[in-house]
């Protein structure tokens, strides 16, 4: 029987709308812990663009969301067949999909979403073992450099986490993009805070344009410190041998993206990224029909 997407969409659907600001994009994304959110016209369900926390980086000076938002995003409806939605993921590089109906969004269908409707209970495939599919191509540095620097590192390579490793080259952590703006929110923090000192505590979120460039400007300053002070210690790792059933479930569960892979021995051999799996869902369904 053919898949369709709203076989396996979230119709609990979180967005923004326009006219909006950056900071109504940040508030979401830390409070619904999301990465990209749809953009709909302010009074309405009408989507009318994209925001993810790519952009938010990129683009580090611009306030407005309907600067910072992709306009026009690729969409699929309920009924689109669930193979399209995957390819068009595969061609496109994307990460998730808005779905609407006559304009209206209804719904969001993310790479999560797809491997677990066609490979987390999927005796043949699901068994496979992630080795096949692991990227070898490890980006990592040590954990005691400075943390700007890491960020700039993890942007050259086009990577959007970076495994950190100590002196004796073991894995003592990894550092993802949400880490690097939930750090950068909280330099933000520092500077409102310093920015208001000394004057009355009745003073209310309502700055002068001036003002607000100015603090808007240095949401993404990072704080000069090592990154093993903001590392993220305590990493989920899967083995070599690990199903591919297993490792959808997990990050699933878990929330994540992306997993280090470690030898029967325990060494690093490299990430397992769940993008990397849409060409073998995507043989799943061509065998379901």
Known sequence: MTM???????????????????????????????????????GSKTLVGIVTRTDLLTKADENQLAMLMNRDPDTVTPRTDLKTATKMMIEKNYRR?????????????????????????????GSKEIIEFVTR???????QTPLPLTYMIMDMAGKNALVLVNEGGGVSGMITVSDYLRLSEVTVEDNISATFSGQ????????????????????????NI?????????????????????????????DIDQVPVLSVTGNLVGMMEDHKLLELALEVQKDDL
């Open 226 to 254: 090592s990154v093993s002070e903001t590392m993220t210690k305590n990493i989920i790792s899967l083995s070599e041998i690990t199903t591919v059933s297993e490792f959808v479930k997990t990050v699933r569960n878990e």
């Open 200 to 223: 009355e505590s009745s003073v209310e979120w309502g700055w002068t344009s001036k003002d607000f460039l100015v603090v808007t400007k240095k949401l993404l300053k990072l704080p």
């Open 97 to 125: 999909l808005p779905v609407v109906e006559k304009g209206n969004l209804v719904a969001m269908i993310s790479i999560p979403d797809i491997l677990g409707a066609t490979l987390e209970n999927n005796e043949e495939f």
């Open 137 to 143: 191509e490890v980006t990592a540095v040590w954990d």
């Open 4 to 42: 369709m997407v709203k076989d396996c969409m979230q119709s609990d659907v979180v967005y923004v709308s326009v006219p909006g600001t950056r900071e109504d994009v940040l508030q979401i994304m830390a409070e619904k812990q999301v990465n990209g959110v749809p953009v709909v016209k302010k």
